[in-house]
């Protein structure tokens, strides 16, 4: 039997706001235990939430990011259930009326095709503390610190039919969210948590089979390997005779396996209410627009900028706008080099392999946008080659200084006099006849292979200073090629 998997994700995104959605204590990450949690978020009685308006601006920006319809009335209710890290027994949340409705996100797939994700709704709601189990032998510690942290809970509806597509959808969601500035995207801190409801069927069959929640899933990498696995212990359940249960399961990454936490609760088990202590949250349009009016260019729209602007394939222009930092980065070095293309190829080529290597973000390249244009900008006059401004940038790297200084200090430019040049050229030619007669009794086609070893010469003689075309074109004139 072929089988059709069908998957949808609830992405949990931390908002990037000062302090907590209904008290004033720190979000700040990393605080000792229990340090950043006031009454409020301990759940004392006597105490009431205030609603922060930086986290509904947050989810305003989401809303209109994605094209949804931003409710100018929502409420937010009590969602019960009792965990060790939820002091109050109950989250704050929302449920029937959130904050932002139905939107859609477009992925592209391996194919190059895009498809269309349904967004069915993204509500605020306050985020649980933690249980700590490594500290505490047989026991269990808490910290509140994250307790009543703002999160966005996105909601897809069930559109991906591979696990592949879960990621694209999941880093797209993940790019929109940092390219707004409403989540820092650190998926390690746990800013970026994606749950992810897998389920099998039949192929051709409607009805969907029963889903499995995967909980917690803070890696792309992971949640590729988790629904796999998934995928898998359905299908294999299934045709063994068994029946699929709905339940919670964790990934264990050491392992690659899912395992059972918990069964899993329908909405009504959660008795959902509207909360007495906050007033319905009603948005303007006039809160709507000065939202609107702050918002960034979105990475579609900047996508399609580059492509026209400055001429980059799809491909370039897609790597180039990954992030809203390389998008800016690339810019920069664009409009300073005045070479879109070859500025391209730097972010994507020396610069990346510099970064990688030294596991930097590109927010903390030691050559920044402006530095990076300029050495640019000195391939395109012809100060120095592609092969010298490679040593220049590793001297920029290590700090030695501007391009112009590395290059001044090292003696690199590059040698156009065409009277040196055509110097070297015959040098090269009367030192190697053997290989000139090769040459030129060799299969045309064979010649342009055959002129490398010539003009390596050449630009071993001139310490790789020698201007490459000029070399090119003076060494095909002179053997005929």
């Not at 010298?388 to 003696?411: P, Q, R």
Request: net charge negative; with cysteine.
């Amino acid at each position: 039997m072929q089988w059709e998997t069908v998957i949808g994700l609830e992405i949990h995104t931390q908002l990037a706001t000062k302090s907590k959605i209904f008290s004033g204590s720190s979000t700040a990450f990393g605080a000792d235990p229990n340090t950043q949690a006031s009454l409020i978020d301990l759940g004392m009685p006597g105490v009431l939430p205030v609603l922060n308006k930086e986290a509904v601006r947050c989810a305003v920006r989401f809303g209109k990011a994605i094209g949804a319809h931003v409710a100018d009335r929502s409420v937010f209710a009590r969602k019960n259930y009792f965990y060790p890290d939820l002091p109050k027994g109950y989250q704050i949340s929302q449920y029937e009326l959130p904050v932002v409705g139905v939107g859609e996100v477009d992925i592209m797939l391996d194919d190059g095709e895009t498809k269309t994700i349904g967004v069915t709704r993204a509500h605020l709601e306050e985020d649980a503390g933690k249980s700590l189990h490594e500290d505490f032998h047989g026991m269990t510690g808490i910290d509140l610190n994250r307790a009543g942290t703002p999160l966005l809970e996105i909601v897809s509806e069930p559109d991906m039919r591979s696990a592949k597509e879960a990621v694209a959808y999941a880093k797209k969601i993940h790019q929109i969210v940092t390219y707004i500035g409403i989540c820092d995207g650190n998926m390690q801190e746990g800013s970026f948590r994606m749950d992810a409801n897998v389920s099998v069927r039949p192929k051709g069959q409607q009805e969907f089979g029963t889903r499995a929640e995967l909980k917690n899933i803070n890696s792309f990498r992971f949640l590729e390997k988790a629904i796999n696995f998934e995928v898998e212990r359905q299908i294999d359940l299934i045709e063994d005779g068994g029946k699929v249960i709905q339940e919670t399961r964790l990934y264990d990454a050491n392992k690659d396996e899912t395992r059972s936490m918990r069964t899993k609760e329908e909405a009504n088990d959660y008795r959902y209410f509207p909360d007495p202590d906050l007033l319905p949250l009603e948005i303007d349009e006039a809160f709507i627009a000065d939202v609107i009016a702050s918002m960034p260019e979105l990475p579609d729209a900047r996508r399609t900028r580059f492509e026209a602007d400055y001429g980059l394939s799809a491909y370039d222009a897609e790597v180039m706008t990954s992030t809203r930092a390389q998008a800016d980065y690339y810019e920069t070095v664009a409009k300073v080099s005045g070479d879109a293309k070859l500025a391209a190829n730097w972010v994507m080529g020396e610069l990346a392999a510099a970064l990688n290597k030294a596991t930097m973000e590109i927010t903390e390249s030691p050559v920044d946008a402006d530095a990076l244009g300029q050495l640019v900008a000195r391939i395109k006059d012809n100060t120095i080659s592609g092969k010298i401004a490679k040593d220049v940038f590793a001297a920029m790297w290590d700090g030695e200084g501007s391009a112009d200084e590395v290059i001044e200090a090292k003696g690199l430019k590059q040698i156009t006099d065409s009277g040196a040049i055509e110097a070297l050229v015959d040098e090269v030619i009367a030192a190697n006849p053997d290989q000139v007669e090769n040459f030129r009794n060799a299969d045309p086609a064979k010649q342009p292979k055959m002129l490398g070893f010539f003009v390596g010469q050449i630009m071993k003689k001139s310490q790789g200073k020698a201007n490459p075309q000029q070399v090119n074109e003076l060494l095909r004139k002179k053997l005929g090629g």
